[in-house]
């Protein structure tokens, strides 16, 4: 019987970014007994990587903004599938986050008035992102951690989390390992949040580190929780692509916000041939006006750059395809231009883009204040995920709860920049705060040591393949051989055959994950881990891939060769994947709920 | 294609060695890229913490050839190819397995530091009015990704070993970014002068010197902290007066 180290929190935070650190943050504050799960450090999570900024409508830099008109934003950005009652609740409540976050030590960019400074973002009508240069991430992140090691809150570094564990229908733990010396973990907990964030890693070209795996996803999944939108992948529409050890590497939209703009190779400003019609009143004509745009005048409208991305990224694919890309088949984003317009231009971008400066000049021998960065989409952000209630966050398993990239609703087909850091904390608050109030009104469950066992015991078998043959398969290449196929089947451009075809390969790579082996010891086995990994992996492609099918339409972050339009039909559900009673991948439609009066008024009223 | 030569310190703390690995490499390589590559390819269990691949998130922290640095943002072109490329552990944490330590003790020395306090908003609705300019000089020192490697090089931990009174450059720079917060109203220079030990710090910049994030530690954090120390503590004038207070 394997051996394991036993923890009891109150409730029990899988994940350390933004959503968790700040669930983790609210549940302490609500009097119960915390413990926070890290994969890698704390403070190390993906976070840190959030360049643009935070949206909230606080209207310090036009005070014509409200929650209403982030509230509508949102939802057209999300092309209407999104749980509205969270696109109501994040337009409130993102204010009064970002505020929180100053009260705890976040130093923002200031007006000339002292206020927070906000800045441009695609699809948002207003400047509407606090930001800290091109860093925020790391300022939000550092501020929920230093503000969150003073609240009592257990932390768990460089653990990871293999199974949640229920009694009858409710969660009531989670099992793991703890990756420095390879220990197995039991957390036995009233509550659980998952803050797992995404699953860029089921792709070869993403912005996300090894951590995103889709863990949340799948132990959610695992445990009987529905999965909702998980066709809707964003791919960012300007990552890095040259040289090639960089390719995927985020190039921030607050380039395009200061003013950077997107040429073909023959020099012409391919965004203005393709304003989708939804956007056409607020989007500017001519180059002259976008440029006054991001200089701050209220009277021009936006440069088709700032277009929500989904939008860009395919313009980009059909420049790319169409011939006009660059020599390292990507297109240009051009910032340096400004030095026509403002003078030490040089030095302001390295003020207001200075890890873009740094990046590039360090990565690519690139001075992006004299030269344009040669761009192409990556796999960013998966606006599916965990389908939870839009007050409490709760999933559809009793106990258990999900804020942050694994959790769903907010952002329907396409999330908007800057509307995922205001999503954790917004969420994430929100998820902490009801998962204590649950903790508080349910007992302990029972710990089924069974089910612990067998667990540790399948973890384990990986080594015991290693022993006994060299001639087994590695974890490293089958994790490269899915990367390669969901990038190439289920990727920015869809296909029915594609898609059956990549159904068959995830099988395959099922039935070779089960015989996967790996060597050596369990001290910080970073091959152990990734095998691990993969099952999950695994499940989160199985479930994008299921989900696209069943849309056959095309809308937001999906699209479909085969179906290249808007279907009205399709807008009525949201599509939904969960585990069958054969362990079998059910996929389902489920209706949205009409949208209230008022709400519908909002939306109209903003179409103006 | 063309090929290098990488000299990977492989062990625990117990026991170890160098163990030459050759792979191929390509234009725009990192050494990082080339640990994954043999990992992948060479040693499965290999042990490399790393995250962000695009020097942001401070995880890759090693020494390549002697020079503490982070391994995603050094390109194979900067280096000499020609001989094998060594790549070691940090120095000052213990190790836990081939290029990973245990740094968990800067993030107890974290939780020892007072935490920010701010004065009361400035304006009814509960927030509070700062400019630029006075948040720009604590934004150079809330840029720090938290790597170590300024830890890894200042000797007063490296050869000295003197965690215990002694918080190390990357902890001077979070605490001049507390004292220096606009906001903040808590007073730590007591505690710098007696249980932090800045006195140890003798000025060589090595720290600064290996900041991936060019925080220009010793000058912009360590000194100031220093001259508060000084002013507040052996101020004769200020040390009688705190006498006469008692």
């Known amino acids: ?608 | 294609m063309a090929s290098a030569t990488f000299s990977i310190w492989r062990g625990t703390a117990e026991q170890g060695k160098f163990f030459n690995y050759t792979t191929e490499i390509s234009e725009g390589m990192v050494v990082l890229d080339a640990v994954h590559k043999i990992q992948a390819e060479q040693a499965n269990d290999m042990a490399v913490r790393w995250n962000c691949k695009a020097g942001k998130c401070g995880s890759c922290s090693a020494e390549i050839n002697g020079m503490p640095r982070l391994m995603c943002m050094t390109r194979l072109n900067q280096l000499p190819l020609e001989r094998p490329v060594t790549i070691e552990p940090m120095k000052s944490f213990p190790l836990i397995k081939d290029l990973v330590t245990d740094v968990s003790w800067n993030f107890r020395v974290k939780k020892q530091i007072k935490q920010f306090k701010p004065r009361p908003p400035d304006v009814p609705d509960g927030s509070w009015r700062m400019q630029q300019e006075d948040v720009d000089r604590v934004q150079e020192f809330r840029k720090c990704i938290e790597c170590f490697l300024c830890q890894d090089v200042c000797h007063v931990l490296r050869e000295h070993h003197k965690h215990e009174e002694f918080i190390g450059p990357r902890f001077f720079v979070y605490v001049a970014a507390l004292e220096m917060h606009p906001l903040d109203m808590e007073n730590r220079v007591e505690e710098l002068a007696k249980a932090k030990g800045i006195g140890y710090c003798n000025i060589t910049k090595c720290c600064t010197k290996v900041c991936p994030e060019s925080i220009t530690i010793t000058d912009n954090a360590i000194i100031p902290l220093k001259e508060r120390v000084v002013d507040e503590f052996y101020d004769p004038i200020k040390r009688l007066f705190r006498r006469l207070r008692r």
Not at chain 1, 147 to 157: L, P, S
Not at chain 1, 173 to 183: I, K, T
Not at chain 1, 256 to 271: A, D, I, P, W
Not at chain 1, 347 to 370: C, E, N, R
Request: proline share 5%; aromatic share 8%; hydrophobic share 35%.
């Open chain 1, 1 to 608: 019987m394997p051996e394991y180290q036993k923890f009891e929190h109150d409730v029990l935070v899988i994940g350390a970014g933004g959503a968790g650190l700040r669930a983790a943050i609210e549940a302490s504050a609500a009097g119960v007994t915390v413990g926070l799960v890290c994969k890698s450090l704390l403070g190390k999570a993906h976070t840190v990587m959030a360049e643009g900024g935070i949206a909230a409508a606080l209207g310090t830099v036009n005070s014509a903004d409200n929650w209403k008109v982030h509230f509508a934003d949102t939802m057209r950005g999300g092309q209407y599938l999104n749980v509205w009652r969270m696109a109501e609740i994040h337009a409130k409540e993102a204010p009064t986050c970002v505020r929180e976050l100053e009260a705890w030590g976040a130093v923002f960019d200031r007006t000339p008035e002292g206020d927070i400074l906000q800045r441009n973002f695609g699809g948002h009508r207003y400047p509407r992102l606090a930001h800290v240069g091109d860093r925020t991430g790391l300022e939000m992140i550092r501020t929920l951690q230093d503000h969150g090691v003073h609240q009592g809150i257990d932390v768990h570094m460089e653990c990871t989390i293999l199974s949640l564990l229920k009694d009858a229908d409710r969660v009531v733990g989670a099992f793991g390992y703890d990756r420095q010396r390879g220990r197995f973990l039991l957390f036995h907990a009233r509550a659980v949040v998952l803050a797992t964030g995404g699953v860029g890693r089921a792709y070869k070209i993403t912005s996300n580190s090894w951590e995103y795996t889709g863990d949340g996803h799948a132990l959610a999944y695992n445990a009987g929780a529905d999965l909702m939108d998980m066709e809707f992948v964003q791919f960012h529409p300007t990552g890095m692509i040259w040289p090639p050890s960089v390719a995927g590497i985020l190039v921030t939209e607050g380039v395009r916000g200061e003013g950077g703009v997107l040429r073909n190779s023959k020099g012409r400003r391919f965004m203005f041939d393709d304003i989708p019609e939804a956007y056409r009143h607020q989007t500017a004509d001519n180059e002259e006006e976008g440029w006054k745009y991001c200089q701050g005048d209220k009277q021009a409208r936006r440069p088709p750059e700032l277009l929500t991305r989904d939008h860009v990224a395919r313009c980009i694919v059909r420049e790319i395809k169409e011939g006009r890309g660059g020599p390292h088949g990507g297109v240009f984003l051009d910032i340096s231009w400004i030095k026509e317009k403002i003078p030490n231009a040089p030095d302001h971008i390295k003020k207001k883009l200075p890890s873009m400066y740094h990046q590039f000049k360090q990565l690519a021998d690139v001075d992006i204040t004299t030269t344009p960065m040669e761009v192409g989409p990556t796999m960013h952000y998966i606006m599916g995920g965990i389908r939870v209630h839009p007050e409490t966050q709760m999933s559809t398993v009793p106990g258990l709860f999900a804020a942050g990239e694994c959790g769903c609703g907010l952002h329907g087909a396409n999330r908007l920049g800057g509307n995922s850091l205001s999503d954790l904390l917004v969420f994430g608050k929100r998820a902490g705060k009801f998962a204590a109030a649950f903790a508080k009104e349910h007992p302990a469950g029972s710990i089924n040591t069974d089910q612990v066992d067998s667990i540790a015991r399948r973890a384990l078998e990986p080594f015991e393949r290693g022993t006994r043959s060299t001639d087994t398969q590695g974890p490293y290449q089958i994790q490269h051989e899915l990367q390669a196929k969901m990038q190439e089947l289920v990727g920015i451009v869809r296909t029915e055959p594609e898609m059956l075809m990549a159904l068959e390969e995830i099988g395959k790579f099922q039935k070779r994950a089960r015989e996967v082996a790996v060597h050596g010891n369990r001290e910080y086995n970073s091959g152990w881990h990734t095998a691990l990994d993969l099952p999950n992996l695994l499940t989160v492609s199985e479930a994008i891939t299921r989900s696209a099918r069943e849309r056959r339409e095309s809308r937001g972050g999906h699209f479909r060769e085969d179906y290249p339009n808007k279907d009205k039909a399709f807008g009525e559900f949201n599509v939904i994947v969960r585990r069958g009673p054969a362990a079998e991948m059910k996929v389902v439609r489920e209706s949205i709920p009409p949208l209230p009066a008022e709400l519908k008024q909002i939306i109209e009223e903003q179409q103006k």
